[in-house]
């Protein structure tokens, strides 16, 4: 059964997800973080991030940081996350 995509902002540690490449934000040149290669995969939530801090300013908040089977951590935000 494919993802329902509802936006979900409130993603907590250890709870599961599927990452969409297609929701994701435009990229930055060079950035090959999330590669379409990862499009669909499970993800857990690692951590979550609501307050600002030394790399997370307020306008880019909320955000996650997820770990893909393979081993591989990267921070996604809410657009690029659908419930499992």
């Given at each position: ?17 599927y ?14 973080i ?51």
């Amino acid at each position: 059964m494919a993802p329902t995509k509802v936006l979900k902002t409130d993603w907590v540690e250890g709870e599961c997800a599927y990452y969409l490449y297609l929701n994701a934000p435009s990229m930055l040149p060079g950035d090959t973080i999330k590669p379409r290669l990862r499009d669909g995969q499970a993800v857990v939530v690692l951590t979550t991030f609501i307050e600002p801090d030394s790399t997370h300013d307020e306008e880019v908040l909320p955000m996650f940081l997820v770990r893909f089977p393979d081993g591989y951590e990267c921070e996604l935000w809410p657009e690029e996350m659908v419930g499992a």
